[in-house]
């Protein structure tokens, strides 16, 4: 209610910011405070006072204009002058409950679909083909699919891109170690261990000269559309996409085998890309290699690189590509904001790609582009996370650990569960600690994985929002009594209140800023408000007026409501019981 008063009083003084020269910083100088004798209303504010004399003016005169240009609010009931210039107001002590109960009827829990609903597009997960998810491919998969969930809550209409890494010179050498290995009696097709798949590749490759001719034969057969080829390459895909799918499903990811968009889908595009940078003149042959030169892209003499989309034999580049994917986007998806959850180490790649998309045309500037960066992800010593022999943590190992942990962790606690009931507890407590501590954190610096803090009960952690969610569950298991009509009466209930209503800026914010963690902070702090308020206002106690427990029923139900929803923008799910 503070902030909302101070929000009338903000537009009241903009209306007569004709009439006085405002300080600039006079949204951090309002007080609002709660009055001693209800007599004088609910909250004053000395704003006229502290404004009267660097204005010239008298404060009681100041306090009438203000009181005067006030916009209408069905949150106020009425306001007077007191004093030297106090402005009172008195709350409709309806109002906030009505909007609880509103709230508390309404699916969206009060959060209302952007209007208007935009064409996103979403860049994210990204592995690589042949290759093991690496651990910014964690970081990049699960930061998305939050944005994306509460994009799609919001009514936008939202296109996963899964930009694979799937083409490349590399596969001349992965197709001929496939065929090798498929070859060899007895060896059948092993790439669950793509380390391994990919070590023994490159090794043949350095090591045995025929091998290494035919490798290359195979990148030029299979950019040349050969179909023996294509094959190998389509089963090499196959094979990482439905090992990767499984981690997606298990990591509670929204991503499918049809949000496959890899470096290949553009190949075909890229000839043209190429020619049309040619005629545009924004690149040049330089060396037989086809280069442009971008007065953003200085080295320290202040001389342009180049850089280079197309090589001397032909070859195209990585940023070739996704100069072809912004075009796609924008033209195939109508896209209005291109969003690219990607290390922050690529942000320069982009930034060329994008800038070349500019200039020829591919980019028009009423699309937004983001480049949605997150830092490392690191170990306790904070050294970029390695297992302890220095190889990179594969991600099934990791979830198998958080589920070894958690399972610990419940026998420590005793608490007796149906095994199938258990098994899910485990992993929902397991995958939404690994997914939350990622979240939680501002995804712009590096952050540091630590199994103590992500399963902590206590602390801005997945088990602890659960654990709140689940003991307001326990609370309805132990009373006939029904939610009924919400009355606040005391601080902590008015708390509470002010902290269920800011949940819609709280996911808008997420939308906006591409920033989870202000989602995770709110759920944190309504978490916290609710334990406070349970402390202090008893529901089922004996004594308690029934009208009393089943409006603080009311509000246990709606803070369940918001949790559970918040945190199913997250990935993360709830249990009934812990
Ligand atoms: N496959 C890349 C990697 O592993 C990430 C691709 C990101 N998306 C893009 N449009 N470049 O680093």
């Known amino acids: 209610m503070k902030n909302h008063i101070a929000s009338l009083i903000l537009k009241s003084l903009d209306q007569l910011s004709a009439e006085f020269a405002l300080p600039a910083d006079i949204a951090s100088k309002i007080r609002i405070d709660r009055t001693k004798d209800k007599a004088h209303g609910d909250f004053a504010t000395n704003v006229a006072m502290l404004l009267a004399k660097p204005l010239g003016t008298n404060p009681r005169a100041l306090a009438e204009k203000i009181v005067a240009a006030l916009p209408q609010d069905s949150a106020i009931t009425k306001t007077e002058i007191a004093g030297p210039g106090f402005i009172n107001f008195f709350v409709n002590a309806n109002h906030t409950a009505n909007q609880l109960e509103a709230m508390l009827q309404d699916p969206r829990l009060g959060v209302p679909r952007a209007v208007p609903a935009q064409n996103v597009v979403v860049d994210y997960s990204a592995p690589n083909v042949a ?3 690496a651990v910014h491919h964690i970081r990049s998969t699960v930061i998305g699919d939050a944005v994306v969930r509460v994009l799609e809550f919001l009514g936008h209409n939202v296109t996963r891109a899964n930009h694979v890494g799937d083409w490349g010179t590399q596969f001349g050498m992965l197709i001929a170690y496939l065929e090798k290995c498929e070859n060899e009696s007895g060896r059948g097709l092993d790439l669950s261990d793509f380390e391994a798949f990919y070590r023994e590749a490159k090794r043949c490759y350095d090591e045995d000269e025929a091998f290494a001719v035919k490798a290359r ?25 439905e090992q990767n799918q499984r981690i997606y499903d298990r990591l509670n990811v929204t991503l499918s085998p049809k949000d496959v968009m890899g470096e290949s889908l553009y190949n075909d595009m890229l000839p043209q890309i190429v020619a049309d940078l040619k005629q545009k003149g924004i690149a040049q042959e330089d060396q037989g290699a086809m280069v442009v030169y971008l007065d953003e892209f200085k080295n320290k003499e202040g001389e342009q690189l180049g850089i280079i989309v197309q090589k001397s034999d032909g070859g195209y580049l990585y940023t070739t590509t996704d ?9 195939h998806f109508k896209a209005n904001r291109l969003m690219y959850f990607i290390d922050s180490r690529q942000h320069q790649h982009l930034e060329a790609a994008w800038q070349i998309a500019r200039l020829a045309g591919y980019l028009p500037p009423d699309v937004t582009i983001e480049h949605d960066a997150f830092g490392m992800m690191l170990g306790k010593d904070g050294k970029p996370f390695k297992t302890r022999t220095g190889g990179t943590v594969k991600l099934k190992d990791l979830l198998d650990e958080a589920e070894k942990r958690v399972d610990a962790m419940l026998n420590e606690r005793g608490g007796s569960y149906e095994p199938e009931e258990r098994a899910q507890i485990v992993h929902d407590i397991a995958i939404g600690a690994v997914k939350y501590a990622d979240l939680s954190k501002n995804r712009l610096t590096d952050y540091i994985f630590d199994w103590d803090q992500m399963l902590a009960f206590e602390g801005n952690t997945a088990p602890y929002l659960q654990y709140a969610y689940s ?3 326990s609370i309805f298991r132990k009373t006939e009594l029904s939610v009924g009509s919400i009355v606040i009466g005391t601080e902590q209930e008015e708390a509470l209140a002010t902290k269920l209503l800011a949940f819609n800026e709280a996911v808008t914010s997420v939308a906006n800023k591409a920033m989870p963690h202000l989602l995770c902070t709110y759920l944190y702090e309504l978490a916290g408000t609710f334990m406070r308020f349970y402390e202090h206002c008893p529901v089922l106690k004996s004594g308690v007026a029934e009208d009393t427990a089943r409006s603080r029923l009311a509000l246990c139900a709606l803070t369940a409501k918001v949790l559970r929803q918040g945190l199913n923008l997250l990935g993360i799910n709830v249990m009934e019981k812990m």
């Open 131 to 133: 290759k093991e998810m």
């Open 217 to 241: 034969s195979y990148v030029v057969r299979l950019q040349g559309g050969d179909q023996y080829c294509h094959d190998m390459w389509q089963k090499l895909v196959t094979m990482t996409m």
């Open 323 to 331: 100069i072809a994917c912004v075009k796609y986007r924008v033209e």
């Open 471 to 473: 003991r307001i569950q």
